[in-house]
């Protein structure tokens, strides 16, 4: 599966695949670690 992510500064991630088109939105909480992680969404 190809996934199409980009990343709006700070703010909301917005994803892309075939099924569809995600919008993710950060978390509070720090994210910490590699991104994907405290993204606030499962794909």
Request: cysteine-free; proline content about 5%.
């Amino acid at each position: 599966m190809s996934l199409a992510v980009v990343a709006r500064g700070r703010g909301a991630v917005e994803a892309e695949n075939e099924t569809g088109r995600y919008r993710i939105e950060p978390r509070d909480e720090p994210t910490g670690g590699s991104a994907g992680q405290g993204v606030g969404a499962d794909f």
